[in-house]
Nanobody, 114 residues
Framework: VQLVESGGGLVQPGGSLRLSCAASGFTFRSYHMSWYRRAPGKERELVAIGRAGGSTNYAESVKDRFTISRDIAKKTVYLQMNSLKPEDTAVYYC?????????WGQGTQVTVSS
């Protein structure tokens, strides 16, 4: 099983990034896919979840700015992040969960700074 994130980097406030998480080794379409983040000195928090059935939920702090989506054929989940703020700076992690099974990616750094 592998979850490999990419797309992080340095961006100015107000900018955009799209994170990708490529999955392998499990039945991607059956899993709920989520993005979490951990900012320096803070606990890990759930940013967005895209359930296998298609519903989505977002943290209040990113609602209307971030969008989670998945491409089943590519076995990839995305996080489109717009109107980025310095407080969005964190390591972002991809998570897959289903029926008591759970997998994590290694994380990708997002830094929002001028």
């Amino acid at each position: 099983v592998q979850l490999v994130e990419s797309g992080g980097g340095l961006v100015q406030p107000g900018g955009s990034l799209r994170l990708s998480c490529a999955a392998s080794g499990f039945t991607f379409r059956s899993y709920h896919m989520s993005w979490y983040r951990r900012a320096p000195g803070k606990e890990r928090e759930l940013v967005a979840i895209g359930r296998a059935g298609g519903s989505t939920n977002y943290a209040e702090s990113v609602k209307d700015r971030f969008t989670i989506s998945r491409d089943i054929a590519k076995k990839t989940v995305y996080l489109q992040m717009n109107s980025l703020k310095p407080e969005d700076t964190a390591v972002y992690y991809c998570n897959a969960r289903w029926n008591g099974l759970e997998y994590w990616g290694q994380g990708t750094q997002v830094t929002v700074s001028s």
